[in-house]
C-alpha cells in the first residue's frame, strides 16, 4: 500500500471498558440503596462496553422497521418487521427486568434504582428499544386501577419471556406494552382528544373504540393503553393487537413516522375501526389514570438523557486522551481541558438526580408522602431541565471529535439525533414546565419538599446558599408566573443539582457545578466556560473510560 494511506494519530475503538464504571452512577446506586446489585450492572456494563453492544446498536439503527399493512393476498396484515438486532436488544433488555422487575413478587430493596441503573446503562447501548421497555414499566400501576385485568395480565407484563409475533395475549409468555394516545388535532393536549369508545354492552366491560391517533410509539407491542371518550368523558382503555379468539382487533397501522432520530423504534399513526377494549379505571378520569404512568415515562426520559450525557462524555475524553493535534494530545489542551471538564459536570449533574428520582419512586411506592411530594415537584422540572440540555451536550461532545464526529461511524451523529427525543417525547418543555407550576400551586407540599431538599445542604456552599435564596424568591412570586415557567424549572432543577453534589458529589465536581451554574443564577452559553481554578483533571478522569490494553 502507497506510503500516502499509512493510518496515524486515529483513534481506537471504545470498547472493551466497563460501560458501568462510572463513579457518580455507582455511588448513586449505593447511596439510594441498590448497592447489592452492582454486581450485576457490571455484568451489564462489561457486555455495554463490547463490540457486539456496539454492532447491535448500529444494525438496528441502519435497519429501520418496515410497515406491511397487507399480505400477498390483499388482507390487513398491519405487521411491522424489525432487524434481528432489535429483537436481541429487546430480549436481553426483558431478561434483565428493565421493563417490570419492580412490580414482581420479592423485587428487593430499592428496586426501582435498581432498574434505573440498568436502564441507564442499556441505553448507551441503543436507546431506541428503550421506549417500548420503558411503556411496559409504566402500564403496571395504571393497569391496577382494573384489579381483573391486572390480575391477568401483569404476570405477562412482567415476564422475562420475550416473544415477539401477533398472538392473543392471555396465550403469550410474555408481553410489551405501549401507550396509544396523541391525536393530530390536541397533541399534548390529551383533553381535545376526538376517539371515541362505546360500551359494547357485555359483562366483560367491553367498549369499541374508533378514531385516529397521530403518535403511537412502538405499535407492534401487545396491548396498548389507549385514550378515548367515553360516555362518561375522557377514559382510559387497554386495547389488544389481537383478541381473545385469534382475531386480530381493529387497530389498523397507517403508516411510519420518518422521525429526526430514533430509528430502530417504529412509531406509527393507527385508526382505531371499532377496536375492542376494556375499561381501566372510571369514565371520565382516563388523565388521572395514567398519571403514574407517565410519571414514570419521564422518569426513564431523565435517565435517557443523562446517560446519553454520560455516553457523548466518555467519547469526547477518548477521543482527546489518544488523538493529537499541534503537537500535542488534544487532553492536554488547557481550552480542550475546560470543555470536556464541563461536559463531565453536567453529566454527573444529569445522573445524580435521575438516580435521586428513582430513590424517590421507592419510597413513593412505599408509602412515603414526602418523597411522592418531592417528586411530584421535581420530576416535572428534572424532565425539562435535564432533557433540555441534552442536545446542546451532544452537539458539543460531537464537536470535541471534529470532522470525525460528523461521520457516522463514530456513533455520534446517532447520538445526536436521538437527544431531542427526550425533551419531546411525554410533555415538550413548556408542557413539562407549566406542569411543575401546576404541582407548586396544587399540592404546595412539592415546594416545601424540594426546599427542604436544597436545604440539606445549607451552609456547605455559599454559592448554593444563594442559589436557594434566589429560589425563594423565584417561587414565591406569583406575577407573571406562566411566561416564567421555564425560568422557574431551572432554577429549582439547578438548586436540587448543586444540593446533591455539595452532600454526595466529589468536591470538585461540586466546586465546579456551583461556580459554573449557581454563581450569577445562570448557566454559560457554550461549555467551556469554567473558571480557571477548576479541577479539571479529575472530572476529566472520572470520565475516562477505562479501556484494557491490547495483548
Known sequence: MSATHEVTNQ???LLGHDVAEDPALLEALRREGGGHAEGALRELGRFAGTERAEELGRLANVHRP???????????IDEVEYHPAWHDLMGRAVAGGLHAAPWRDGAGAAAHVVRAAAFYVTSQVEAGHCCPISMT??????????PELARRYEPLLASEHYEPGLRPPLGKRGLVAGMSMTEKQGGSDVRANSTRAEPVGDEAGAYRITGHKWFTSAPMSDVFLCLAQAPGGLSCFLVPRVLPDGARNGVRLMRLKDKLGNHSNASAEVEYEGAVGWLVGEEGRGVRTIVEMVNLTRMDCVLVAAAGMRLGTTRAVHHAVHRRAFGARLVDAPLMRNVLADLA????????????????????????????????????????WVCKRAPAHAAEALECLGGNGYVEDSGMPRLYREAPVT???????????????????REPESVEAVLTEVDAAAGAD?????????LRVELGRR????????????????????????????PAVADAFCGSRLEDGVVGYAFGTLGESV?????????????????
Open 11 to 13: 483513534v481506537p475503538p
Open 66 to 76: 418496515v410497515l406491511h399493512t397487507h399480505d400477498r393476498y390483499g388482507y390487513r
Open 137 to 146: 414499566y409504566a402500564v403496571v400501576p395504571a393497569l391496577r386501577h382494573n
Open 345 to 384: 459536570v453536567e453529566a454527573e449533574a444529569a445522573t445524580v438526580l435521575a438516580m435521586r428520582l428513582a430513590g424517590a419512586t421507592d419510597r413513593a411506592v412505599a408509602g412515603d408522602a414526602g418523597e411522592e411530594a418531592l417528586r411530584r415537584l421535581a420530576l416535572p422540572v428534572a424532565k425539562y
Open 423 to 441: 425533551s419531546v417525547w411525554e410533555g415538550s418543555g413548556n408542557v413539562t414546565a407549566l406542569d411543575g407550576l401546576r404541582a407548586m400551586a
Open 462 to 470: 455559599r454559592r448554593l446558599d444563594a442559589a436557594a435564596r434566589r
Open 479 to 506: 406575577e407573571g408566573l406562566e411566561a416564567r415557567a421555564r425560568r422557574v424549572a431551572q432554577a429549582v432543577v439547578l438548586a436540587l443539582q448543586g444540593s446533591l453534589l455539595v452532600r454526595f458529589g466529589h
Open 535 to 551: 479541577a479539571t483533571d479529575v472530572l476529566i478522569e472520572r470520565a475516562r473510560p477505562v479501556v484494557p490494553a491490547a495483548g
